[in-house]
């Protein structure tokens, strides 16, 4: 009689261990499926805003400035252009980046050409918010007083969405 109790207690392990296998698997099947997108995918500010401006009908910096179709042109115009300045200094602070890490993961790193590359990649962010920042400044002259109103509280609210938590998401993504 032993032999068929302790059959029984083996076989009810072994479902508890399935059990709770199972259990294991869809809590993290669950977790999984709760994490939010990478914020990585998100398009720069500038993109976002060309995108919002041109859009009436969805939230942003376009919302309810009732923009006319001189402004619209105008804007999208604007964009274009800004975003040809744009598209080669990203490029290259892309391989900037690119090579930071390659100078600082190296067998024996040189501080000198890191703090250059360092200064390089620092250059051409300024440079691109230098760029950025006129754009800005000439979308915001072709709007009236009540348009640049409501255009600068969304600027600053989006400037809230961007703070501490993309540079902290940047810096992991770098580390």
């Known amino acids: 009689m ?10 009810l392990e072994i479902m508890k261990a399935k059990i709770l296998m199972l259990v294991v698997l869809m809590s993290m099947s669950a977790v999984l499926v709760a994490q939010p997108a990478g914020r990585g995918s998100k398009k720069p500010f500038i993109e976002r805003d060309k995108v919002l401006l041109m859009n009436e009908g969805q939230r942003g910096p376009g919302e309810g400035l009732n923009l006319t179709v001189e402004q619209k042109e105008a804007f999208k115009k604007s964009m274009l252009e800004v975003q040809k ?3 080669p200094i990203r490029n290259e602070l892309g391989e900037a980046e690119a090579r930071q890490k390659t100078l600082t993961t190296a067998e024996k790193p040189d501080l000198e050409a890191i703090n250059k590359n360092i200064e390089k990649i620092g250059a051409l962010k300024i440079e691109m ?9 000439d979308m915001r002259a072709q709007l009236t007083d009540e348009q640049r109103l409501k ?13 501490p938590k993309g540079m902290k998401h940047r810096m992991r993504m770098q580390g």
């Open 2 to 11: 032993s032999s068929d109790l302790e059959k029984r207690f083996l076989k």
């Open 85 to 87: 300045q744009l598209q």
């Open 129 to 137: 918010a230098k760029i950025q920042a006129k754009h800005r400044l």
């Open 151 to 163: 255009f600068d509280i969304h600027k600053g609210k989006m400037m809230q969405n961007r703070g």
